[in-house]
C-alpha cells in the first residue's frame, strides 16, 4: 500500500527567508504523481505544486520549487522568501486511485 | 466560476439520524470523491467515482454511502451516524485520468455526531 511520511508535525520560520518542508513516500509503482498542497486556517485545499514521476526536472510555481528524489522517494518542498499568507497546513500526497495524503506539517511564517 | 459546491458547510446532528451531504461540480469532470480530515490523520479518501454509475471504496468507506446518479452530483450518505463520523468532510472532482490532473476540493462540511 502507498504511504506518505511527512516527518515534522510543526515549523516555523521568519518572513523573507526559506524553509523547507520534508516528505517520503512508498510505492512499487514506477510512473506516479505527487502534490503539495496548502490548507490556511479558511480550510480550503488549495494545490501548491505537482511533480509527475517520470520528469527528472524538479517543479517550480514561483516561490515554491520541489527536490524530487525518486530512488529515495522524497518529494521534500522549500518555500522562498516566505511570506505571512504562507501560514498553512502543507500536505503531501501521491496519487492512487485517490489522493493519499501526508499527516501534515504546520507552517507558522513569523513577522 | 469553476467551482464544487458542499451543502450543508455545517451540521450537529445525533447518533443514528440519517444525513445526507451534497456534493456538486460545474466543471463537467469525470471523477469525483470523497475525503475525510480528522486531527494528526490527514486526509483519507472515503469513496471515489470514475464516471456515471461507476463508485469505488476508498480507504475508510465503512458507515457510507454514495451515488452517481448525474455526472455533477456526488452525495454521501451516512444511514445512521456515530460519534466517530464526527470529521471535516471534502468533496473533490477532476478530469477523467486523476493521475495527471488537479483535483479540485470544495470548502469543506464540519459534521459533529453527539
Known amino acids: 500500500a502507498q504511504t506518505v511520511t511527512q516527518s515534522q508535525p510543526e515549523m516555523s520560520v521568519q518572513e523573507a527567508e526559506t524553509v523547507t518542508l520534508s516528505c517520503t513516500y512508498d510505492?512499487?509503482?514506477?510512473?506516479?504523481?505527487l502534490f503539495w498542497y496548502k490548507q490556511p486556517p479558511s480550510r480550503q485545499m488549495i494545490l501548491v505544486i505537482r511533480?509527475?514521476?517520470?520528469?527528472?526536472q524538479n517543479a517550480t510555481e514561483n516561490r515554491f520549487s520541489v527536490n524530487f528524489q525518486k530512488a529515495a522517494k522524497s518529494f521534500s518542498l522549500k518555500i522562498s522568501d516566505s511570506q505571512l499568507g504562507d501560514t498553512a497546513m502543507y500536505f503531501c500526497?501521491?496519487?492512487?486511485?485517490?489522493?493519499?495524503f501526508g499527516k501534515g506539517t504546520k507552517l507558522t511564517v513569523n513577522p | 466560476e469553476a467551482q464544487v459546491t458542499q451543502n450543508p458547510r455545517y451540521l450537529i446532528t445525533v447518533t443514528g439520524k440519517k444525513l445526507t451531504v451534497t456534493c456538486s461540480q460545474n466543471?463537467?469532470?469525470?471523477?469525483m470523491s470523497w475525503y475525510r480530515q480528522d486531527p494528526g490523520l490527514g486526509l483519507r479518501q472515503i469513496y471515489y467515482?470514475?464516471?456515471?454509475?461507476?463508485?469505488d471504496k476508498g480507504d475508510v468507506p465503512e458507515g457510507y454511502k454514495v451515488s452517481r446518479k448525474e455526472k455533477r452530483n456526488f452525495p454521501l450518505i451516512l444511514e445512521s451516524p456515530s460519534p466517530n463520523q464526527t470529521s471535516l468532510y471534502f468533496c473533490?472532482?477532476?478530469?477523467?485520468?486523476?493521475?495527471?490532473?488537479?483535483?479540485?476540493f470544495g470548502p469543506g462540511t464540519r459534521l459533529t455526531v453527539l
Open positions: 473533490a472532482s477532476s478530469k477523467l485520468a486523476p493521475n495527471v490532473n488537479e483535483q479540485f
Open positions: 510505492t512499487s509503482e514506477s510512473n506516479y504523481y
Open positions: 511533480q509527475e514521476a517520470y520528469k527528472q
Open positions: 500526497a501521491f496519487m492512487k486511485q485517490g489522493l493519499v
Open positions: 466543471m463537467n469532470h469525470e471523477y
Open positions: 467515482s470514475m464516471n456515471v454509475e461507476v463508485t
